[in-house]
């Protein structure tokens, strides 16, 4: 039996409260875009689509290792992004604008910790992000990326790993449904006196 599971940094709640001002208006504008709930934004550092139930437990101790070891750093998000590219978006997000090293950093131990222990991580090409937006189907979205280009700045202090399980097609709409494993603090092992 496997299950999705992923590992990320989620912003504070005073930026969300803020990001979803700009978010909020717009959410029913168009029909092509499926919005993210400001309860689910967050910065993706794994992914593995199918983990093995028996993994779960030992990446879990990995990635508690990998966070202690892990100072934590400042994160700006600014500026918008899409995949694949604007003639044919298929997802909106918020850029990483200053942190993507640490974020990489994290993905990239991340990765090999799940490696490990034999669960499968996403092997795409990491980009830091945030994502805004899904669409429906794909569609040309100039205007949508000026529109969260306009956003501005947003700026967090990455300080704890989350570890979620992904319930598919079991939240509200039809989305998944996140259901937190383990909130991993980011530089215990130095705030109890040891160093790397």
Not at 165 to 170: A, D, M, Y
């Amino acid at each position: 039996m496997t299950t999705r599971i992923f590992a990320a940094i989620f912003p504070p709640p005073q930026l969300i409260e803020r990001l979803e001002e700009y978010v909020g208006p717009r959410r029913e504008v168009d029909h092509r875009l499926n919005w993210v709930l400001p309860e689910q934004w967050h910065l993706t550092t794994l992914f593995i689509d199918d983990c093995p139930e028996r993994s779960i437990e030992p990446l879990l101790e990995r990635l508690g290792e990998i966070a202690a070891r892990t100072a934590p750093f400042r994160v700006r998000l600014g500026g918008a992004g899409c995949f694949p590219d604007p003639t044919s978006v298929r997802v909106l997000y918020l850029q990483v604008a200053e942190g993507a090293d640490g974020l990489a950093a994290l993905s990239r131990t991340g990765r090999a910790a799940a490696s490990t222990v034999g669960a499968e991580p996403d092997g795409s090409r990491f980009t830091p992000h945030l994502t805004m937006a899904r669409a429906r189907r794909r569609f040309e979205a100039t205007k949508w990326l000026r529109v969260i280009d306009s956003f501005g700045s947003f700026e967090l202090t990455a300080d704890e790993l989350v570890v979620v399980q992904s319930h598919r097609r079991q939240g509200p709409g039809g989305r998944s449904r996140y259901e937190i494993l383990q909130r991993l603090p980011l530089g215990s092992q130095e705030l109890s006196g040891f160093t790397t």
